[in-house]
């Protein structure tokens, strides 16, 4: 069972930025696919960027521009760096994880999910 922390959410204004982080545990190795999800309320979740175990990326076509996944290995860490926020980001964020290759951006591809962590984006 992989246990997994977000943090780094929080309300900024409109253009601001935020790094959200997304912490593992046990160590999961390389053998993980990892994905950041967000909902806001009435909608459905929505994939947001992904990287595979091959260290390949995707994103949503809407955010690509202003969102960037990492991750740090040796720390068993995953990052997502949103930039120019805008309101209609305003969302619940979620870590998700499952064992695999590719990158990934339909929930239904991941195993274990984090609580979330709250980004509010006033205008």
């Known amino acids: 069972q992989v246990q997994l922390v977000e943090s780094g959410g929080g309300s900024v204004q409109s253009g601001g930025s935020l790094r959200l982080s997304c912490a593992a545990s046990?160590?999961?190795?390389?053998?993980?696919?990892w994905a950041w999800f967000r909902q806001a309320p009435t909608k459905e979740r929505e994939g947001v960027a992904s990287?595979?175990?091959?260290?390949?990326?995707i994103y949503a076509d809407s955010d690509k521009c202003r969102i960037t996944i990492s991750q740090e290995k040796a720390k068993n860490t995953l990052y997502l760096k949103l930039n120019n926020l805008k309101p209609e980001d305003t969302a619940m964020y979620y870590c998700?994880?499952?064992?695999?290759?590719?990158?990934?951006?339909?929930?239904?591809?991941?195993?274990?999910w984090g609580q979330g962590t709250q980004v509010t984006v006033a205008s």
């Open positions: 046990p160590y999961t190795g390389s053998n993980y696919r």
């Open positions: 998700a994880a499952r064992f695999g290759w590719w990158p990934r951006l339909d929930p239904g591809d991941y195993s274990y």
């Open positions: 990287i595979g175990n091959n260290g390949a990326t």
